[in-house]
C-alpha cells in the first residue's frame, strides 16, 4: 500500500504545509519591505523556493497570501492585548493603558508586522476589506468589555466610541509606519491613552 511519503519522508499533507509556512514567511518579509502592490506570484515563489504551481496549491492568489498573514498578525495581537488586559488590575483606566501599551509594543516590536497591520492590508485592495472590518471589530470588542461598567454609556453609543478609538489607534501607528522620522514608541502611547481617557473621562 502505498504510504504518501516523499524520498524526505513527509506526507503530501506536511509538503504542503511546509510549502504554506515558506509561503507566509517569505510574503510576510516582501509585502512589508517592497509593499503588496510591487510583490509579484514569481518573487514570492522563488523566495519560498516552490515553483508557480505549487503557490497555487496553497492560495488562490497574492490576495488569499495577505488575507492569511493578516489575520495571523490579528490573531496574535488579539491574544497579547487579551492577556495584557487579564492580568491588569480591574479599573477602566487601568485596563485601557495596558491594553494600549500591549497592542502598540507588540505589533511595533516586528515592522513588518506594523507595516502588514495598518498599510499593506488597505493596499491589498476591497478584496480584503470584510477581513479588515472583522478585525477592527474584534479590536472594538475589548474596548468595549475592557470599560464595562462605565456609566451613563449606552451599549450602541459605547460601540460607536470604541470603532473611533480603534481607528484613532490605526492612525497613530500608520504615522508611525511612514514617518521619515517615527515618533518615539512612548509618545504615541502617551497619545492613545490620553484619547482614550480624555474620550470616557476616567
Do not use: W
Not at 490579528?74 to 497592542?103: F, H, N, Q, W
Not at 506594523?114 to 498599510?119: C, F, G, K, P, S
Amino acid at each position: 500500500m502505498a504510504t504518501g511519503r516523499d524520498y524526505r519522508g513527509m506526507t503530501a499533507q506536511q509538503r504542503l504545509a511546509d510549502r504554506r509556512e515558506r509561503l507566509l514567511a517569505a510574503a510576510y518579509t516582501s509585502f512589508a519591505r517592497v509593499g503588496f502592490t510591487a510583490t509579484t506570484i514569481e518573487r514570492l515563489c522563488a523566495a519560498a523556493r516552490i515553483s508557480n504551481r505549487a503557490f497555487y496549491e496553497c492560495f488562490t492568489g497574492r490576495e488569499d497570501l495577505m488575507r492569511a498573514i493578516y489575520e495571523r498578525c490579528v490573531d496574535e495581537t488579539l491574544l497579547t492585548v487579551a492577556k495584557a488586559i487579564g492580568e491588569a488590575p480591574p479599573d477602566p483606566g487601568s485596563r485601557i493603558k495596558a491594553g494600549l501599551g500591549a497592542y502598540i509594543s507588540f505589533v511595533t516590536q516586528d515592522a513588518r508586522r506594523a507595516r502588514i497591520m495598518h498599510l499593506e492590508v488597505r493596499r491589498a485592495g476591497d478584496v480584503l476589506t470584510a477581513h479588515r472590518q472583522r478585525a477592527v471589530g474584534a479590536f472594538a470588542q475589548i474596548i468595549e468589555e475592557s470599560l464595562d461598567g462605565v456609566p451613563d454609556l449606552p451599549p450602541a453609543r459605547m460601540h460607536l466610541l470604541a470603532l473611533g478609538l480603534v481607528g484613532a489607534l490605526q492612525e497613530l501607528l500608520i504615522e508611525y509606519v511612514l514617518a521619515a522620522d517615527p515618533p518615539p514608541l512612548e509618545h504615541l502611547t502617551e497619545t492613545a491613552v490620553h484619547i482614550f481617557t480624555r474620550t470616557f473621562i476616567f
